[in-house]
């Protein structure tokens, strides 16, 4: 069953830092724990009766709470502590890879089969852009998340999983996740696509379709002779110039068995700022063969498809009291 | 030289394969790897022409290919036993191989849990699962089970992706394991849906096995027994909807949800009990349709269970107690483990049943012990699985007590436990 897909736009009046970036989807699962009936009160809130409760019990050790009530303040703990080591964690990703896109938030028992999904897209990196600020940021992102009710128009949802995954480059090595390389975004459930976009220059903008450097596409060859681009193979070179996503949908449906291509710059041409091809060359895969007939696979989208899922290993399980 | 051979090798797997038998390599990746299937594959179908002549399963932990030790954790290979009749070895260039690369998830199981009810419905795990891993191997059975298990769900999904009429060809995709208590259907059925999720792997993304709590489809109020059982299955018509997903439903004890209708009619059951067991026959039919399923159930009493079920199950298989040849397998990877950790020192080599009939049973100093333990594996005959597992451990808690022991002191104290639990068992039956 295709579960419901909904869209909402947050537009911010500049770029984003990678740091508010991350603390951006810390106030999104902050906010989600609570709406979504994972956590009784605001995370913040819940925080600081937890500190507040727990110098009580150290001054009066002997006074211990009942057992109902002692089961609640662990299960408390042990979220609170969740996550915070979860916060931690996308802090720390984001710093050491800023080229995050993504970041999908899943409540439900399993990350296949979730309940429902959040997915976050983040907006391109702009060193040049003049930053938003994280206070005023969170203020925006919070305006519209309460204004409009984006977190909980949907149906009641009991105590259940959460999960977070964040796309990132290929060869990231993010401390707390793990790499889900098979992993897709659940079509099942109920889906939510929070898009944060950045008013920032257009020259900004890693869109490759908008480049009109000369590029090399080589050692291009069909899946059924090797499922790996073979350096050693002899290259099959096009140089394209001007490749407009027209151009290199036409160009590329000729290789539609191909799974992998490998993609050079060429020696002396100048790939424009925002190009993000790390070394001689990047392994790009594929999900959907290309063809004539999808237009708007241009040159960032075979950039972008290098990413692949990494699961924070901290799972958040919801109580109620 | 080894390019060379690895050129061999290459010419050996293009020309055809006389065998039929197909041998499947498992490839367990480490979680933090990334490194592309295709790679893994090109670098451990190198391995295995080095490795040239295999007797049996084997596990290799440990590579000289620099690329593979940084993202290999074992490579293995599984249920050769069936394969490897004539006892002379497999060169597996010269045969059918099938690799298999996989990550284990460690996720704990998730709970599926109705909305107004706030009970736990099912539990479930992303396949494959840490939780399960191995039990496929440490269950052993003589007859080729397993195998015979395996062979039913490929040709399932031959079935399906051939598009077979089911109108004409019909299939249930449903198992039923019966037999006594602690002879590992459960166990079987779980390492069943994570073995498929493995061997599959090119088939489906991935895999869940959902395990149904069937008492609490039963509601407190009359009549919504019936409407519970719906629900969870249009759940599992949820999860059966994406085609890269493999779901392994397990039904454990099914004779809950599938007792025979004849004896509610007498009057002891109220009609609820009724209800449920219609619900579930009309949506175990529903399941037929969906390509990416498998239904397993387990059930003690197989008398107790309605009619209309065992008909709809495909495979209806006895899980009887273990004979003795399984006894000593279970002995003999109890033993060896307590090797591994250090509790029976100095280690010693123990005999496979295969190499005591080669020796003819013939006592000496080496075969000794395995001779021994031979003799204890014929007396524990009529112990469940379960109970065989447990002994090595009731030993060495009711007559050793120490740190390590010798492998004789051990088999002595092994013997003396079968001893009490056959008297244990005695005591209760009086």
Same mark, same amino acid.
């Given at each position: 069953?295709?579960?419901?897909?909904?869209?909402?736009?947050?537009?911010?009046?500049?770029?984003?830092?990678?740091?508010?970036?991350?603390?951006?989807?810390?106030?999104?699962?902050?906010?989600?724990?609570?709406?979504?009936?994972?956590?009784?009160?605001?995370?913040?809130?819940?925080?600081?009766?937890?500190?507040?409760?727990?110098?009580?019990?150290?001054?009066?050790?002997?006074?211990?709470?009942?057992?109902?009530?002692?089961?609640?303040?662990?299960?408390?703990?042990?979220?609170?502590?969740?996550?915070?080591?979860?916060?931690?964690?996308?802090?720390?990703?984001?710093?050491?890879?800023?080229?995050?896109?993504?970041?999908?938030?899943?409540?439900?028992?399993?990350?296949?089969?979730?309940?429902?999904?959040?997915?976050?897209?983040?907006?391109?990196?702009?060193?040049?852009?003049?930053?938003?600020?994280?206070?005023?940021?969170?203020?925006?992102?919070?305006?519209?998340?309460?204004?409009?009710?984006?977190?909980?128009?949907?149906?009641?949802?009991?105590?259940?999983?959460?999960?977070?995954?964040?796309?990132?480059?290929?060869?990231?090595?993010?401390?707390?996740?793990?790499?889900?390389?098979?992993?897709?975004?659940?079509?099942?459930?109920?889906?939510?696509?929070?898009?944060?976009?950045?008013?920032?220059?257009?020259?900004?903008?890693?869109?490759?379709?908008?480049?009109?450097?000369?590029?090399?596409?080589?050692?291009?060859?069909?899946?059924?002779?090797?499922?790996?681009?073979?350096?050693?193979?002899?290259?099959?070179?096009?140089?394209?110039?001007?490749?407009?996503?027209?151009?290199?949908?036409?160009?590329?449906?000729?290789?539609?068995?191909?799974?992998?291509?490998?993609?050079?710059?060429?020696?002396?041409?100048?790939?424009?700022?925002?190009?993000?091809?790390?070394?001689?060359?990047?392994?790009?895969?594929?999900?959907?063969?290309?063809?004539?007939?999808?237009?708007?696979?241009?040159?960032?989208?075979?950039?972008?498809?290098?990413?692949?899922?990494?699961?924070?290993?901290?799972?958040?399980?919801?109580?109620?009291? | 030289?080894?390019?060379?051979?690895?050129?061999?090798?290459?010419?050996?797997?293009?020309?055809?394969?006389?065998?039929?038998?197909?041998?499947?390599?498992?490839?367990?990746?480490?979680?933090?790897?990334?490194?592309?299937?295709?790679?893994?594959?090109?670098?451990?179908?190198?391995?295995?022409?080095?490795?040239?002549?295999?007797?049996?399963?084997?596990?290799?932990?440990?590579?000289?290919?620099?690329?593979?030790?940084?993202?290999?954790?074992?490579?293995?290979?599984?249920?050769?036993?069936?394969?490897?009749?004539?006892?002379?070895?497999?060169?597996?260039?010269?045969?059918?191989?099938?690799?298999?690369?996989?990550?284990?998830?460690?996720?704990?199981?998730?709970?599926?849990?109705?909305?107004?009810?706030?009970?736990?419905?099912?539990?479930?795990?992303?396949?494959?699962?840490?939780?399960?891993?191995?039990?496929?191997?440490?269950?052993?059975?003589?007859?080729?089970?397993?195998?015979?298990?395996?062979?039913?769900?490929?040709?399932?999904?031959?079935?399906?992706?051939?598009?077979?009429?089911?109108?004409?060809?019909?299939?249930?995709?449903?198992?039923?394991?019966?037999?006594?208590?602690?002879?590992?259907?459960?166990?079987?059925?779980?390492?069943?849906?994570?073995?498929?999720?493995?061997?599959?792997?090119?088939?489906?993304?991935?895999?869940?096995?959902?395990?149904?709590?069937?008492?609490?489809?039963?509601?407190?109020?009359?009549?919504?027994?019936?409407?519970?059982?719906?629900?969870?299955?249009?759940?599992?018509?949820?999860?059966?909807?994406?085609?890269?997903?493999?779901?392994?439903?397990?039904?454990?004890?099914?004779?809950?949800?599938?007792?025979?209708?004849?004896?509610?009619?007498?009057?002891?059951?109220?009609?609820?009990?009724?209800?449920?067991?219609?619900?579930?026959?009309?949506?175990?039919?529903?399941?037929?349709?969906?390509?990416?399923?498998?239904?397993?159930?387990?059930?003690?009493?197989?008398?107790?269970?309605?009619?209309?079920?065992?008909?709809?199950?495909?495979?209806?298989?006895?899980?009887?107690?273990?004979?003795?040849?399984?006894?000593?397998?279970?002995?003999?990877?109890?033993?060896?483990?307590?090797?591994?950790?250090?509790? %029976?020192?100095?280690?010693? !080599?123990? +005999?496979?049943? *295969?190499? =005591?009939?080669?020796?003819? $049973? #013939?006592?000496? @100093?080496?075969?000794?012990?395995?001779?021994?333990?031979?003799? %204890?594996?014929?007396?524990? !005959?009529? +112990?469940?699985? *379960?109970? =065989?597992?447990?002994?090595? $451990? #009731?030993?060495? @808690?009711?007559?050793?007590?120490?740190?390590?022991?010798?492998?004789?002191?051990?088999?002595?104290?092994?013997?003396?436990?079968?001893?009490?639990?056959?008297?244990?068992?005695?005591?209760? @039956?009086?």
């Amino acid at each position: 069953m295709a579960g419901c897909t909904k869209q909402v736009d947050f537009v911010f009046d500049g770029g984003l830092q990678s740091h508010t970036r991350a603390s951006l989807i810390n106030e999104v699962i902050k906010q989600l724990m609570y709406q979504r009936n994972q956590i009784p009160l605001q995370f913040d809130i819940l925080k600081q009766q937890m500190t507040v409760s727990e110098a009580k019990h150290a001054q009066n050790a002997a006074a211990r709470p009942l057992n109902g009530l002692n089961q609640t303040h662990n299960k408390t703990k042990n979220v609170i502590s969740n996550l915070d080591q979860l916060f931690e964690n996308i802090l720390k990703a984001f710093e050491i890879c800023p080229e995050i896109q993504q970041a999908l938030i899943m409540l439900g028992s399993t990350p296949v089969t979730p309940k429902e999904s959040y997915l976050i897209r983040l907006p391109h990196i702009c060193p040049e852009a003049e930053n938003v600020s994280l206070k005023s940021s969170k203020q925006a992102l919070f305006r519209h998340l309460i204004a409009e009710e984006v977190l909980s128009g949907n149906a009641s949802l009991g105590p259940t999983n959460v999960y977070l995954v964040l796309s990132a480059p290929h060869s990231s090595a993010l401390p707390g996740f793990v790499p889900k390389t098979t992993f897709k975004v659940p079509s099942r459930g109920y889906c939510l696509t929070l898009n944060m976009i950045c008013s920032q220059p257009s020259f900004c903008a890693q869109d490759l379709t908008m480049d009109d450097t000369e590029v090399e596409i080589s050692g291009v060859e069909p899946f059924e002779r090797s499922s790996f681009a073979d350096i050693s193979l002899p290259e099959v070179a096009c140089h394209i110039k001007s490749p407009s996503p027209d151009k290199m949908a036409r160009l590329l449906s000729g290789f539609d068995a191909c799974r992998y291509l490998r993609v050079r710059q060429a020696s002396g041409s100048d790939m424009g700022e925002g190009l993000k091809l790390e070394g001689e060359m990047e392994k790009i895969q594929f999900n959907t063969p290309l063809t004539r007939s999808t237009p708007k696979v241009g040159y960032t989208r075979l950039v972008t498809c290098d990413h692949i899922w990494f699961q924070c290993s901290t799972v958040i399980k919801g109580y109620r009291f | 030289m080894a390019v060379m051979m690895n050129g061999v090798c290459e010419l050996a797997q293009a020309l055809p394969c006389a065998e039929t038998a197909v041998y499947h390599i498992e490839v367990l990746k480490k979680p933090l790897s990334v490194l592309g299937e295709s790679v893994i594959k090109e670098r451990v179908a190198q391995l295995i022409c080095e490795h040239k002549c295999v007797y049996g399963d084997f596990t290799l932990t440990e590579f000289d290919d620099q690329v593979l030790s940084d993202n290999i954790l074992s490579v293995s290979l599984s249920d050769s036993e069936h394969l490897i009749l004539d006892r002379k070895g497999v060169d597996l260039s010269q045969s059918r191989v099938e690799l298999h690369v996989y990550t284990l998830n460690d996720d704990d199981a998730g709970t599926e849990e109705m909305d107004e009810e706030q009970v736990s419905m099912a539990s479930q795990w992303m396949l494959p699962s840490a939780h399960f891993h191995g039990q496929w191997e440490s269950l052993v059975f003589d007859e080729a089970i397993k195998e015979r298990l395996l062979n039913y769900a490929t040709t399932t999904l031959l079935f399906s992706d051939k598009k077979v009429n089911s109108a004409i060809i019909s299939w249930n995709r449903v198992i039923l394991l019966h037999g006594p208590p602690g002879t590992g259907k459960t166990t079987l059925c779980k390492a069943l849906a994570h073995k498929l999720c493995i061997r599959l792997s090119e088939r489906f993304n991935c895999g869940q096995l959902v395990e149904i709590n069937s008492h609490s489809l039963f509601s407190k109020w009359f009549s919504e027994s019936g409407k519970l059982v719906t629900k969870m299955f249009q759940r599992l018509h949820d999860y059966m909807d994406d085609p890269e997903l493999l779901v392994c439903v397990l039904i454990d004890e099914v004779e809950s949800l599938t007792a025979a209708r004849k004896s509610c009619l007498n009057g002891n059951e109220p009609s609820d009990a009724i209800r449920v067991v219609n619900a579930v026959l009309t949506q175990i039919d529903q399941l037929k349709k969906f390509p990416n399923c498998l239904v397993l159930t387990t059930s003690n009493i197989t008398g107790a269970i309605d009619l209309a079920f065992v008909d709809r199950a495909d495979i209806k298989q006895y899980i009887g107690p273990p004979t003795p040849t399984a006894i000593y397998k279970i002995y003999l990877s109890c033993l060896n483990e307590l090797m591994r950790v250090g509790i %029976i020192s100095p280690a010693q !080599q123990l +005999l496979e049943l *295969r190499a =005591l009939e080669v020796m003819r $049973f #013939m006592e000496n @100093a080496a075969t000794r012990p395995s001779l021994q333990l031979r003799e %204890i594996a014929i007396k524990s !005959q009529g +112990l469940s699985g *379960r109970t =065989l597992r447990k002994l090595p $451990f #009731m030993a060495h @808690a009711m007559f050793i007590q120490g740190p390590t022991a010798t492998v004789d002191l051990f088999l002595h104290c092994l013997s003396q436990s079968v001893d009490q639990q056959f008297q244990d068992q005695a005591n209760l @039956a009086a």
